[in-house]
């Protein structure tokens, strides 16, 4: 039965039933190619056939050689889920959906078996499908881990394979993830961490997510994406053929003919006229020639005629806009090519080149959408830009010469800071911190304070005026004050008072008072002065002049005093607020540590030097003493987040370094153990002792450089505070077991001495040197500071002498007595010097 003796066209006139088959083949013609030509995710892994009397399109499987083989009927549908899918949903029946269930199965199964092709066969247990030649002894997949069929563990999170694979895709592929560094916005949905800690340090879960998609799924999608394009270069040329897709090819490039379909040869489109329908007539009446396929070729020239048609009147008429309203039924008929006052069959039809009328165009409203850029902020500011600026840093120009400046009028410098004027004193202190950051011709030169003595008496002058309005110190030594404020509660206060509601409207100290007008706070400047000295301290051939200046660590160390007001920490000048005060004690550790090693007290001490003594120490340990802080190299590297670079805490090294260099000097321990009370001692003491290494984690830190520097500052620190300590503290300190002491100085010492690298052994030696020097300062119990020598009487004919001095016989038992196993085999090494030797044989003493 051929399309002209349908049902539907039985009231029509032959030539109007005629038309309307060919439309209809047309029609049909377009259909099939849009399902053939669409990007479908059906040829998943293979060729993909339409079955007609099945109602779905088949899949198959590449083999080893990438030939498709026969379909799998199993796996008919997409295994992306219809968000991922390309096909139309408009062509496909709900019914033939498949399950996500389904879909991951079809899609474990073909990635098992593109990877057992590659002999890189995937563990049964991740995509659950026994291949013969996985071997678990010599497989490549050890490292991986199975967590249910279709998922591994990563990070302590299960990533399933399905997922990942669609969520890649979606984004254009692992290769342009890997390209565009895009892999991080992979990780919120399988809930990743963007780091994941190691002992020896992090990695990040994006890298170790791409390294995996690039193993197991990036060949995958090669098949993939190749099979796909294969199948739209078919449909591609099975439309252009006027054949259904999927249709076989000659090797010539031809299309085969059915049975019984004559054979017409390929015209470019034309025209649709009378002499075109007249031989579309005349081929449609010829008997036992007409099929469905010659009615798809009629059909076809057709709409090849009329596209064409469509196509020159849409030239001629492309100067006038289309309206946007719909068109009649008149127009659509003409669009279409069918006329409704169609003659009978017997007459001859009219001629098809109908002239559209134009129209008027109407006005139509057009809506402007902005192109908005994405940006990944933190708080309003881009990350990525901050990173990129901070990494070009290295690349600026360095700091200007200081001769760029030419000459420059100290004396009108000073003049302006003494006036108070507030233009010129914003003027004076601007150009003077221009000047304190600018070096000079030789790298330890730079200002020359030593020959502006004046200038800094005025800035001395102004910072006490600012600080304090002119009131003096009249606080004393209290040896009976409690611990210091710690660094870490400063700045938990400050959270604490900026989180509150209505933070900024509260009345707190150190805001500006109404009553100075256009002047500057007080606290903006004591800063800028603070900032000043702490420039000038920087530069080395400074160092010697600003160390004798014995104010200036007096009013320096003053104004990062703390007090208590309203039951919280506060800055002693009624000037600072308490983030004041936080950046005031930062510049002042600064100056410190790099004036301390020049820094030399006077003997007898002054009160004014034991003060300054009492509040260097107060301001060091603030740094040192907190016990969420004191623990050991490994825990302090948890503590704060093993992120980029693996290095001590950096205020933390600076209090360190900066006390070791302070109490080098016998006169300067001498001034400390006047001034410091016991109880701040044993404190610092005793946090001193926790930040030593226990576990092996902590060995294998300590072996970098930066924590090798570190441990050395520890021990130092712990050397000088048991040196300055009374008899009274050491004793109490050797006694006190809950401390640890002689356990952890003594597994530290092995560790060191009988280490096997002898490259480390090297290194370590100084620590351990500097440990067992520290034990036996503990150990004597004596006063480090008391010179005196005592006199034994010598006995008749010369005898005594065997006694007295340094090769006197000790009593007692040794603070190792009790382990003389393990000390034993510290005497055995060979490489002992004789210091480190006679120290130990006397403290591993028993009588």
Request: charged residues 20%; glycine residues 8%.
């Amino acid at each position: 039965m051929s399309n002209l003796d349908s049902p539907a066209y039985f009231n029509l006139d032959p030539s109007q039933a005629k038309q309307m088959a060919a439309i209809n083949a047309a029609n049909q013609v377009r259909s099939r190619a849009s399902i053939g030509g669409g990007t479908s995710s059906g040829s998943f892994l293979g060729g993909i056939t339409h079955d007609p009397t099945a109602g779905h399109t088949s899949f198959a499987l590449p083999n080893a050689q990438g030939l498709p083989q026969a379909s799998n009927p199993g796996m008919n549908a997409s295994f992306l889920d219809p968000a991922m899918a390309h096909s139309n949903p408009a062509t496909r029946n709900p019914s033939q959906s498949v399950s996500v269930k389904q879909r991951q199965t079809g899609f474990l199964n073909g990635l098992a078996r593109i990877m057992a092709s590659r002999n890189t066969p995937l563990p049964p247990a991740l995509t659950g499908v026994e291949t013969p030649t996985y071997d678990p002894t010599n497989t490549q997949w050890k490292i991986l881990e199975p967590a249910d069929v279709g998922a591994f563990r990563l990070a302590g999170r299960d990533v399933d394979l399905f997922k990942l694979w669609g969520l890649v895709f979606q984004n254009g592929g692992g290769t342009v993830l890997s390209r565009d560094n895009g892999w991080h916005t992979i990780l919120p949905h399988f809930d990743l961490p963007e780091e994941y800690p190691l002992p020896n340090g992090s990695t990040s879960v994006a890298q170790m997510l791409s390294q995996y998609y690039m193993a197991i799924l990036l060949p995958f999608e090669d098949v993939y994406r190749n099979n796909v394009q294969n199948q739209q270069r078919k449909a591609r040329q099975a439309t252009l053929q006027g054949l259904p897709p999927n249709t076989p090819t000659r090797p010539d490039g031809t299309s085969p003919q059915r049975a019984g379909q004559p054979n017409v040869p390929q015209t470019p489109a034309r025209r649709l006229s009378s002499a075109s329908q007249g031989s579309a007539q005349n081929a449609s009446n010829e008997s036992g020639q007409v099929n469905g396929l010659s009615s798809d070729s009629s059909a076809l020239d057709q709409e090849q005629g009329i596209k064409r048609k469509l196509e020159s009147e849409e030239a001629d008429n492309k100067r006038a806009r289309q309206k946007t309203e719909p068109l009649g039924p008149d127009s659509a008929a003409a669009t279409n090519g069918v006329d409704s006052s169609a003659a009978p069959a017997t007459a001859a039809p009219p001629p098809m080149n109908i002239v559209r009328p134009r129209q008027r165009p109407s006005r139509r409203k057009i809506e402007y959408v902005p192109l908005g850029r994405e940006i990944d902020t933190v708080g309003g500011r881009d990350m990525k830009i901050i990173e990129a600026e901070t990494i070009a840093t290295p690349l600026r120009r360095p700091l200007r010469d200081i001769n760029d400046w030419g000459t420059v009028a100290v004396d009108a410098l000073t003049m302006s800071i003494r006036s108070q004027l507030s233009t010129e004193l914003s003027y004076a202190l601007t150009t003077f911190t221009l000047l304190s950051t600018m070096r000079g011709d030789s790298p330890t030169s730079g200002f020359p304070i030593v020959q502006c003595g004046d200038l800094l008496e005025e800035v001395l002058d102004l910072l006490e005026e600012r600080a304090f309005d002119g009131v003096e110190d009249s606080s004393g030594l209290d040896p009976s004050e409690g611990p210091p404020t710690t660094h870490r509660e400063l700045v938990n206060t400050l959270l604490e008072i900026e989180s509150q509601p209505f933070a900024s409207l509260q009345p707190r100290q150190g805001t500006k008072d109404p009553d100075l007008g256009p002047r500057q706070r007080p606290g903006n400047i004591v800063l800028a002065v603070v900032n000043i000295l702490r420039n000038l301290s920087f530069i080395p051939d400074n160092c010697g002049f600003l160390s004798q200046q014995e104010r200036l660590f007096d009013l320096m160390l003053r104004v990062c005093s703390v007090t208590t007001k309203h039951g919280k920490p506060a800055a002693a000048s009624p000037a600072l607020s308490l983030g004041d005060l936080i950046a005031v004690r930062k510049d002042t550790l600064h100056t410190l540590m790099h004036l301390a090693g020049s820094l030399q007290f006077s003997d007898p001490p002054s009160k004014t030097t034991q003060k300054i003594a009492n509040r260097a120490f107060q301001l060091l340990a603030s740094y040192l003493v907190d016990p969420t802080e004191a623990v050991s190299p490994f825990a302090c590297l948890q503590l704060t987040g093993a992120g980029g670079s693996v290095k001590p805490p950096f205020l933390t090294d600076v209090a360190l370094e900066t006390f070791t260099r302070l109490v080098q000097s016998d006169v300067n321990r001498k001034v400390f153990s006047r001034a410091i009370p016991e109880a701040s001692i044993r404190l610092l003491f005793s946090s001193s002792v926790h930040r030593l290494p226990v576990s092996e984690p902590d060995f294998q830190l300590v072996g970098r450089e930066r924590w090798l520097s570190y441990l050395e500052k520890t021990i130092m620190t712990i050397y000088s505070l048991a040196f300055i300590s009374s008899p009274e503290l050491k004793k109490t300190i050797k006694s006190d077991r809950s401390l640890g002491f002689k356990g952890i100085m003594l597994r530290m010492v092995q560790r060191f001495l009988m280490n096997a690298n002898h490259e480390l052994k090297a290194q370590f030696y100084i620590s351990a040197r500097r440990a067992v020097e520290a034990m036996k300062v503990l150990d004597d119990c004596e006063d480090s500071f008391d010179t005196s020598e005592t006199t034994v009487t010598t006995l008749a004919f010369g005898m005594g002498y065997g006694e007295v001095g340094e090769n006197g016989t000790e009593k007692g038992t040794g603070l190792l007595g009790g382990h003389r196993d393990s000390t034993w085999d510290l005497l055995m090494l060979r490489d002992l010097d004789n210091v480190i030797f006679g120290e130990l044989d006397s403290l591993s003493r028993v009588e």
